[in-house]
């Protein structure tokens, strides 16, 4: 299954690599390398993760220690809709 990264998420990996890489850019390179297995694991398992549809219809997670990616599963692809740091108030966050 194809996984398409919307643009919302795709800023949240872009504002993760700019914090990360001003600390250390090799953990900022290993979190993304991470991130990208997970995104590949959904494509072949897109139902693996959590059901979070509390926080919105479809929503699913999986982590990526310490962050979680948020996806939905359509017909023909999986949709990362966000990627955020654990301990950020993930309610707030689909609220905005």
Do not use: C, T, W
Not at 41 to 59: A, K, Q, T, V
Not at 82 to 91: K, N, Q
Request: hydrophobic share 45%.
């Amino acid at each position: 299954m194809k996984v398409v990264v919307s643009d919302r998420a795709d800023a949240d990996l872009v504002r993760i690599y700019r914090h990360l890489s001003g600390q250390s850019p090799a953990a900022a390179d290993s979190l993304l390398k991470e991130i990208a297995r997970k995104f590949r694991n959904l494509s072949d398992f897109p139902f693996i993760g959590r059901d979070r549809s509390m926080l919105s219809s479809g929503i699913r997670s999986i982590v990526a220690h310490p962050y979680v990616i948020f996806y939905q599963v359509e017909p023909a692809s999986v949709v990362i809709v966000r990627v955020l740091h654990g301990r950020r108030d993930i309610d707030a966050e689909f609220q905005r």
